[in-house]
T-cell receptor
Framework: GQNIDQPTEMTATEGAIVQINCTYQ??????LFWYQQHAGEAPTFLSY??LDGLEEKGRFSSFLSRSKGYSYLLLKELQMKDSASYLC??????????WGAGTKLIIKP | DAGVIQSPRHEVTEMGQEVTLRCKPI?????LFWYRQTMMRGLELLIY????????DSGMPEDRFSAKMPNASFSTLKIQPSEPRDSAVYFC?????????????FGPGTRLTVL
C-alpha cells in the first residue's frame, strides 16, 4: 500500500528552528509537496521538490532524498504565526497525489 | 485576482436532506478537485476533474455522493440523502495543469454539519 508518515505533533520555541520530517512509501515518485494549514483555514502551498536536494524559500526550506523516500521541511526564526499543521503530499507514478495526515506545529513564546 | 470560491461557507442540515456544495475555480485553471477533511481521516480526495471531465472518482464514498462540472467555471458536489457521518469540511481546489504535479489552490471550504 501507499503510505506517508509524519509526526502527529511537534512543539518549538519562538525564534528557534524546527525540522518536520516526512517519509513515504509510494508506487513511484513524481514530486513532493508541502502545504501549510492554519486552524480553520484551507491548505496553502509552501514548496515542491522533484529532484534531490534543498530548496530554500525565505525562512522555509524543503529537502528531498528520493533514494531514502524522505523529505523534511525546515522552518527558521520561528514566529507565532507559524503555528499550523504542515501537510506532506507525494505524487506517485500514476500521478495520484497521496496526502499525509499532517504535523501540528505548536510554537511557544 | 479572485481565488477559488466556495459556497456556502457553513451548512447545517438534518439527516436525510439533500446538500449541494458549490465551487468556482480560478479562471484559466484546467483541473478541479473536491476534498473532504475530518480529524479522524485527514484530507481525502473525493473526485478530480480535468477540462470538466471526471478523471478519478474512486474517492467518492458511495452513491449518495455525486459531482458535476457543467463548465470550466462551476462545479457542484451533492449529497443525497445526507447522514451525520458526512459532517466534515469540504474543500474545492483547482490547478493550472492536469494531474497532480501542479500546485493546488484551495478554496476556503464548506463546513457541513448533518444533525
Amino acid at each position: 500500500g501507499q503510505n506517508i508518515d509524519q509526526p502527529t505533533e511537534m512543539t518549538a520555541t519562538e525564534g528557534a528552528i524546527v525540522q518536520i520530517n516526512c517519509t513515504y512509501q509510494t508506487s513511484g515518485f513524481n514530486g513532493l509537496f508541502w502545504y501549510q494549514q492554519h486552524a480553520g483555514e484551507a491548505p496553502t502551498f509552501l514548496s515542491y521538490n522533484v529532484l534531490d536536494g534543498l530548496e530554500e524559500k525565505g525562512r522555509f526550506s524543503s529537502f528531498l532524498s528520493r533514494s531514502k523516500g524522505y523529505s523534511y521541511l525546515l522552518l527558521k526564526e520561528l514566529q507565532m504565526k507559524d503555528s499550523a499543521s504542515y501537510l506532506c503530499a507525494v505524487t506517485d507514478s500514476n500521478y495520484q497525489l497521496i496526502w499525509g495526515a499532517g504535523t501540528k506545529l505548536i510554537i511557544k513564546p | 485576482d479572485a481565488g477559488v470560491i466556495q459556497s456556502p461557507r457553513h451548512e447545517v442540515t438534518e439527516m436525510g436532506q439533500e446538500v449541494t456544495l458549490r465551487c468556482k475555480p480560478i479562471s484559466g485553471h484546467n483541473s478541479l478537485f473536491w476534498y473532504r477533511q475530518t480529524m479522524m481521516r485527514g484530507l481525502e480526495l473525493l473526485i478530480y476533474f480535468n477540462n470538466n471531465v471526471p478523471i478519478d472518482d474512486s474517492g467518492m464514498p458511495e452513491d449518495r455522493f455525486s459531482a458535476k462540472m457543467p463548465n470550466a467555471s462551476f462545479s457542484t458536489l451533492k449529497i443525497q440523502p445526507s447522514e451525520p457521518r458526512d459532517s466534515a469540511v469540504y474543500f474545492c481546489a483547482s490547478s493550472l495543469g492536469q494531474g497532480h504535479t501542479d500546485t493546488q489552490y484551495f478554496g476556503p471550504g464548506t463546513r457541513l454539519t448533518v444533525l
